[in-house]
């Protein structure tokens, strides 16, 4: 797989490791940036994540345009974008949300909705900006794709194709599924742990707490690190699937609580050695 | 500081690693080992953890006595071994929860209380056992020593330099205030990755879900991965402090929820920029 050009709407962490491993891959020509900040495609060009800065006209005329930002601003960017694409231009995003992003696509791009390849590469950090962008970044990670009935199989295929060329390992799932698999297993995690962080901090003697806090701690709260704009924004994206996730963590709570107020050790050791048992199967497997 | 003769009750992660730690450092003559389980001796010894097993009546001829055993198992053993002090013993304990301990201490012991001093070193991993024990395990980790009014002064000394020794900073807290932090910064956290784990692998398609869960839910539910029965015996020992913390963090998560509920972007941005600022100021200052 060997395209021309390549667009990049957001040369962070996300979209400049994809331009870098394809670069390293000759699988693209050029890569051109287009974005609100001309600052940020500035740095982006210095680090050689993209060739040049462009405008909408021009992004409009790459072969794969990706678009590597908050999800909440897809359609707004697609409307951007939808006067100026070319015949066959595929256009593909890395949200964290699908459904919304689907939604979006429809919404903006009309009968070109065909081209969009929704998708969702399973990296990233609590770093980001174009300075946290590498070649290597998705090399054995999980890429989702959740193709829609009728996007088109050639644009699935191309986007699929680059994704391996990162090193990635390409699935599909439906969206929905998408969005409730990933409400449970990142979503609600990072709310939790925000929640966590936000009630010891909100405390008049927080920092006596903090200072006795260990490595458990450090460990289950490295997610409440992230960005919180754009994790706002997740949350706003999947509402329905994680508000069903948080009522179901809240209910394991009270379950646990309702164990723990009755000194119940039987009901507290069985669900403790329940969840480590999970928890070092899933360990095991990956 | 140097004696001549330590006994632990409990030769696994914690006490192994205290006395391989006074043991390298010469503040040790001999090292005793007490406890139900005569294989696990066995491994003590043959790791170099104990010099040789013994009895408790020998255990009790110990200048200082270690219990690095799980909480609930306190009482019990200090009624085993109070026959057999010798005048002067210094009778010392790694447990998590500190109230109960030293209620369990004053229930035991009686008058010979004074020479009992609780502790608790903020070190130890989800890996547990003699074959864990290492002679750097408390180097630059706090150790909490929760002293009572009666206790006396030498015996405070005494453990204090023998931690101080191991590479441990240690600190004085009382034993309720000991209680409330660690329900909010270890116990806590350990509670809420257990069900949150357990609620997913309750699920018929888990399997599906722990297929694309990545590396943010990886350190999320790390001390999921922990020993379920020391967090039964530690949640039932610091029950009411671990209640109060438990209703505040529901608390916080039906707050977010209802943001959530009601797109109250500001609500949630908010949240998560005060929990992002509190973990990075307690990440730069630890």
């Known amino acids: 797989m060997k395209i021309d050009t390549l667009a990049l709407v957001g040369a962070g962490l996300i979209g400049g490791s994809f331009a870098l491993a394809l670069k390293q891959a000759g699988a693209v020509h050029t890569v051109l940036g287009v974005g609100r900040s001309p600052a940020r495609l500035t740095v982006a060009r210095e680090l050689g994540l993209i060739d040049r800065a462009v405008d909408w006209t021009e992004a409009g005329q790459a072969d794969v345009i990706l678009l590597a930002l908050p999800v909440g601003e897809t359609e707004a960017v697609l409307r951007q974008l939808a006067p100026h694409l070319k015949p066959g231009a595929i256009i ?10 689907v939604a979006a696509a429809y919404a903006a791009l009309g009968t070109r909705a065909v081209d969009f390849v929704p998708g969702h590469p399973i990296a990233g950090s609590e770093r980001s900006g174009p300075g946290a962008a590498r070649a290597d970044l998705y090399r054995g990670r999980r890429v989702v794709l959740t193709p829609q009935p009728d996007t088109r199989a050639e644009a699935l295929a191309t986007v699929r194709a680059l994704w391996e060329t990162t090193g990635a390992q390409v699935e599909t799932l439906d969206a929905a599924q998408h969005d409730r698999i990933f409400a449970a297993v990142s979503h609600l995690p990072h709310l939790a742990a925000f929640a966590l962080v936000d009630d010891l901090a909100a405390r008049a003697d927080s920092e006596l707490f903090f200072r006795f806090a260990a490595s458990g701690f450090r460990d ?9 704009e754009m994790w706002r924004d997740i949350a706003l994206a999947n509402r329905p699937a994680l508000l069903a996730e948080l009522d179901g963590y809240i209910a394991a709570l009270l379950t646990l609580r309702q164990a723990l107020n009755d000194e119940d050790a039987v009901a507290l050791l069985t669900m403790f050695s329940r969840a480590r048992a999970a928890r070092e199967h899933w360990t095991m497997e990956t």
Do not use: E, Y
């Open 220 to 228: 289950f709260t490295r997610i409440a690190a992230s960005s919180p």
């Open 92 to 101: 593909t995003d890395a949200g964290s949300t699908k459904m919304n992003v």
